[in-house]
């Protein structure tokens, strides 16, 4: 028997519509990261982009457990000395739900160039409504 290697020209591609009301995060981050790494189809290989489009609204209706939303903190740093800022889950979900979902995802993906492809299929909206009715997105139940 052979091992088939998918090409890139070989992939299909499909869009995928993912509702994030009364979802946890973490839950749904390894789920999303799985679909857009391609694990899921059986012409999976590592170091071929195979995965699918995903679409994800209501990213501000996003739950999590326990005391993350006060406990969990993000960092960022302006690149001068002593500018490291920090914020909480709650501030970033105020300010800006869909950072929240797309870290937690970029997380979860590979830190190469194959990664950085991957993340861009994330299309994430903290509403109900998107931009993708064209590409006829199919509901995905997590």
Known sequence: ????????????????????????????????????????????????????????????KITVTGNKMEDKMYYKHTGYIGNMKSSNLATMMKKSPETVLMKSVRGMLPK??????????LRVFSGPDHTHEAQAPKPLEI
């Open 112 to 121: 190469t160039k194959l990664g950085n492809a991957m993340i861009k299929k």
């Open 1 to 60: 028997m052979k091992t088939i290697s998918a090409k890139t020209e070989d992939v299909v591609r499909d869009w995928y519509l993912v509702d994030a009301k009364d979802k946890t995060l973490g839950r749904l981050s390894t789920e999303i990261a799985t679909r857009l790494r391609g694990k899921h189809k059986p012409i999976y290989t590592p170091h071929v982009d195979t995965g699918d489009y995903i679409v994800v609204i209501n990213a501000s």
